[in-house]
């Protein structure tokens, strides 16, 4: 790194947003381990993953990121994107399989309003969930679109994923490491902890990949 600044595109994950807890550390601890300065940027995208892909794609021609990181759901938005270094946490790969599957549910009458009542996001600055047929039906589509910028599609883009060993997510698929490994190899390692990164795997792994990714550009 020459002393320029560099700029993270952090793309959070469901229900997630501008105050999020992994870039909120990743902002305070970045430089502790670098002389020069890097800014994590994070910004609340809509649900609505057409919605989403016109404005993370507004964010890349403003922010001209120097590497991508990407959490759970929030992992399909980035590895869509090209160009740039991926380093993805928890990515749920198959959540938007799950999501488009229950698109049909979503027009028996209640089930929308159910749904939106049992994920509500905490206060603050998250992303609102409607879990309306329309906007389900897009994400296995959109996952077919992410997973076009991969490895298996002949992608030259640099990709690295986290998982933890005791994600829950992982019992029923929605995080798989078999789903990852068929389309981006063995370019993963496993921490000790939740599908949500504690506080010390993002100091002792997140961080110090972040660091290594940088500095290779």
Known sequence: MDGKELIILYIHGMG?????????????????????????????????PDVARSQIDSWMDELKPSLVVGESLGACHAI???G??????????????????????????GVTSWLDRIYKPRE???QSLHFTFRTLRKYRRYRRLALANSPRQGSPDFFFAFFGDFDHYRRSGIVSIKSWRRHFGNTFSTYPGTHFMEEEFILDRLIPKIIQTLGCL
């Open 124 to 126: 603050g600055d998250r």
């Open 84 to 109: 740039v270094p991926h380093i993805l946490v928890s990515p749920s790969l198959n959540a938007p399989l799950y999501l488009g599957y229950l698109s049909w549910a979503a027009m028996i009458p």
């Open 16 to 48: 997630g947003g501008g105050d999020s807890r992994i870039p909120s550390v990743l902002n305070q601890h970045l430089c502790e381990y670098t002389s020069a300065p890097v800014k994590v940027v994070v910004r609340t995208y809509s649900f609505d």
């Open 80 to 82: 869509r994107l090209k």
